[in-house]
């Protein structure tokens, strides 16, 4: 069984997990293949007629589909990496029900996304190892859609996190990074999306370039230049050799860095009301692997 790796950290949700292909050349009949070792579940397709559905990244799929299956026995518990996340809407309490470990929840729209995963197993540096993942779009408590990763390529589902304009997939890798975004096109529309090469934030008040995956020095220049200024924080209260070391590099901004495991570190900037805080990993040549957003003031990170 293949598996893949999810940061389990306090700014991002938990991942998931199950795979889907069609059973016959016409695509009339969908069936459920589990990632993680039970039989295949004959499932049937979502009987929303409205909705239409289309993904525009390759390796990733979107589907109609009426029914979940049931975990198979062999699904380890989420407990395995920490408390396990408590579903909250309809349909994330119907994957629950139903054996899975749900692992994060979104609305989109009029309707509601739930993640869920199949296996769990604790990994080093407070990370946890999953299964491949899906994404499960309800209304109500009726399954209406998925999104899945086309098992004959090499992308993958980690989890959901929010988005500007919708939601936001990320992979299944040890340091998640998105790979693309589901948006409510129209009010009976789904589609998955590339990353644009910008997101506006705070209600279009600002704008982040897209900075995954690149180096810090890089990183930094793109987001300077859309307005964003470094924030210096207070010197840490415990030794920081590697962020001592990005300062002395004129990235005055790191701070908080994790001298051991992925050597994470963070970096904050400012832009009026808004907060810009940017994780990066690896030590040496640190490359970006999240960012998040504040609006106002009240929200911004606590500096030491």
């Not at 893949?4 to 306090?10: G, Y």
């Not at 009301?273 to 690896?282: A, I, K, N, P, R």
Request: charged content about 20%.
């Amino acid at each position: 069984m293949m598996l893949c790796l999810i940061e389990w950290r306090p700014i991002e949700s938990m991942p998931v997990a199950l795979r889907i292909f069609r059973s016959s050349a016409s695509g009339a009949l969908l069936a459920l293949m589990l990632a993680v070792g039970g039989g295949p579940v004959t499932a049937q397709q979502s009987s929303n007629a409205k909705l239409t559905v289309r993904s525009h990244v390759p390796g990733l799929k979107i589907t109609l589909l009426s029914k979940l299956p049931k975990a198979p026995e062999t699904v380890s518990p989420a407990e395995m990496c920490g408390p396990p996340f408590n579903p909250k809407s309809e349909g994330g309490k119907v994957a629950a029900a139903l054996g899975w470990g749900v692992t994060a929840e979104a609305q989109l729209g009029t309707y509601q996304a739930v993640s869920f995963a199949g296996g769990f197993e604790n990994a080093a540096s407070g990370t946890c190892e999953i299964s491949g993942g899906n994404v499960a779009i309800f209304s109500g408590g009726q399954l209406v859609a998925v999104i899945y990763a086309d098992k004959s390529g090499k992308a993958s589902i980690g989890r959901i996190s929010m988005a500007s304009n919708g939601l936001r997939i990320l992979d299944g890798d040890l340091v998640p990074m998105p790979v693309g975004d589901v948006r409510l096109t129209s009010e009976h529309a789904i589609e998955v999306l590339p990353l644009a090469n910008e997101e506006p934030v705070c209600d279009g008040r600002g704008i982040v370039p897209n900075i995954y995956g690149r180096p810090v020095i890089e990183a930094r220049k793109a987001v300077i230049a859309r307005g964003w200024k470094p924030f210096r924080s207070p010197p840490s209260s415990y030794p920081d050799h590697e962020g001592e070391d990005l300062r002395k590099d004129g990235i005055v901004e790191a701070t908080g860095c994790v001298g051991t495991g992925l050597a994470f570190c963070s970096y904050y900037y400012r832009n009026g009301d808004m907060e810009l805080g940017v994780t990066s990993v690896g030590d040496g040549k640190p490359t970006v692997s999240a960012y998040d957003i504040a609006c106002e003031p009240s929200k911004w990170h606590k500096a030491d």
